[in-house]
């Protein structure tokens, strides 16, 4: 785990905006389509729209919590590590993981780098998808979530943050994926 006490990057509109607690409430639910987004996808430089999934493959969204390129939530860093050394079985059950972050481009590129990430990480620092998907927010950044969709886009699973169940588990997510396969 990346460990540090730089805090450089962390006090920002960002961080202010996301200071005070809002829970997570997400009213989205099973059988719903979600909302369409358009974000960076740091991973392979490109813009990535969710509804261009629909039609070809189910698709997981990984919310996640990272403060800065250096200050990874406690909670979210091992379900990140994990979700990466699992992509491949993903991948090979014919789903995609977009893991959604609220660091900007800059800050978002160092933490591809520094943890090889795998699957897309799509950055988006004005946390607006977070707000669509009501993930909740709490001292600085939003809330982790998952949210499982078949591959016509609608919701099939969601997990949200508490702090007994922080992130959706990776074997919950593939066994999500193949009961809806």
Same mark, same amino acid.
């Given at each position: 785990?990346?460990?540090?006490? /730089? $805090?450089?990057?962390?006090?920002?509109?960002? $961080?202010?905006?996301?200071?005070?607690?809002?829970?997570?409430?997400?009213? +989205?639910?099973?059988?719903?389509? =979600?909302?369409?987004?358009?974000?960076?996808?740091?991973?392979?430089?490109?813009?990535?729209?969710?509804?261009?999934?629909?039609? %070809?493959?189910?698709?997981?969204?990984?919310?996640?919590?990272? $403060?800065?390129?250096? *200050?990874?939530?406690?909670?979210?860093?091992?379900?990140?590590?994990?979700? %990466?050394?699992?992509? &491949?079985?993903?991948? *090979?059950?014919?789903?995609? =993981?977009?893991?959604?972050?609220?660091?900007?481009?800059? *800050?978002?590129? *160092? !933490?591809?780098?520094?943890?090889?990430?795998?699957?897309?990480?799509?950055? %988006?620092?004005?946390? /607006? !998808?977070?707000?669509?998907?009501?993930?909740?927010? @709490?001292?600085? @950044?939003?809330?982790?979530?998952?949210? =499982? +969709? /078949?591959? &016509?886009?609608?919701?099939?699973?969601?997990?949200? $943050?508490?702090?007994?169940?922080?992130? @959706?588990?990776? &074997?919950? +997510?593939? @066994?999500? !994926? /193949?009961?809806?396969?």
């Amino acid at each position: 785990m990346l460990t540090s006490t /730089d $805090f450089s990057g962390l006090f920002n509109g960002r $961080f202010l905006r996301n200071f005070f607690p809002i829970p997570a409430s997400s009213r +989205l639910r099973v059988g719903q389509k =979600v909302p369409d987004f358009l974000l960076p996808d740091i991973t392979n430089q490109t813009t990535l729209r969710l509804s261009s999934y629909r039609g %070809n493959q189910p698709i997981i969204l990984a919310f996640t919590r990272i $403060f800065t390129e250096k *200050q990874y939530c406690p909670l979210c860093y091992p379900h990140i590590i994990e979700l %990466n050394e699992s992509y &491949e079985q993903f991948v *090979q059950k014919g789903i995609e =993981v977009l893991m959604i972050t609220s660091t900007d481009t800059r *800050q978002s590129r *160092q !933490v591809v780098k520094d943890l090889g990430l795998k699957m897309p990480l799509l950055s %988006n620092p004005s946390c /607006d !998808v977070f707000r669509n998907y009501e993930v909740g927010q @709490a001292l600085g @950044a939003p809330l982790p979530a998952q949210f =499982v +969709l /078949d591959k &016509e886009g609608r919701l099939r699973y969601k997990h949200l $943050f508490s702090f007994l169940s922080p992130n @959706a588990s990776v &074997e919950k +997510l593939l @066994a999500t !994926v /193949d009961s809806i396969s």
